[in-house]
């Protein structure tokens, strides 16, 4: 296309509209950790966005701003909607906040912790309480079987223990 028929301002607002971040339908519970997690993620892009805008001028700094404000709204939309909760220390059964250790058909022992949906980081061993495997986990006790449905087939987990 001919540098004729773009306008400069076209130029200028380049990759500023970026889509807003889906939001869960699901209740967002989440730990004590998770949510100070989220608090420290809106106080991190705060800063960033200040840093910023003292240099809006640049056309780098213009996207880096739209993604800010929209992981702003994203973070501050979760903030407004969480559900703190705090886990039953009693419990028996495994709850939201848990922290749970399988031993899967190979006799492999696994260790998961049960999370909110921001917070899950399956590096961390950290699930959703929304994902299959949470959904298996929650609500039996120590030396019950569960079937953890996967894509790559179904697993049976014995749960071994539970924490919180």
């Not at 998770?34 to 240099?55: F, M, S």
């Not at 949906?117 to 590096?123: F, G, L, N, V």
Request: aromatic share 6%; glycine share 6%.
């Amino acid at each position: 296309m001919s540098r004729g028929f773009v306008k400069e301002d076209d130029l200028e607002h380049a990759g500023t509209d970026v889509p807003e971040r889906p939001i869960s339908v699901r209740p967002n519970y989440v730990t004590a950790n998770g949510y100070a997690q989220l608090k420290a993620q809106a106080a991190q892009l705060e800063q960033e966005k200040i840093d910023l805008e003292t240099n809006r001028d640049a056309p780098s700094a213009q996207q880096k701003l739209a993604v800010i404000n929209r992981d702003l709204r994203y973070i501050t939309a979760r903030l407004d909607s969480a559900l703190l909760t705090k886990p039953d220390l009693a419990a028996e059964q495994v709850l939201f906040g848990a922290t749970v250790q399988v031993e899967d058909d190979a006799g492999d022992l696994h260790q998961f912790t049960i999370v909110g949906e921001d917070e899950a980081d399956i590096k961390a061993n950290k699930v959703s309480w929304a994902s299959p495997l949470a959904t298996a986990l929650i609500g039996h006790k120590i030396g019950e079987n569960v079937v953890w449905v996967r894509p790559a087939g179904n697993n049976q987990l014995e749960i071994i223990a539970i924490k919180y």
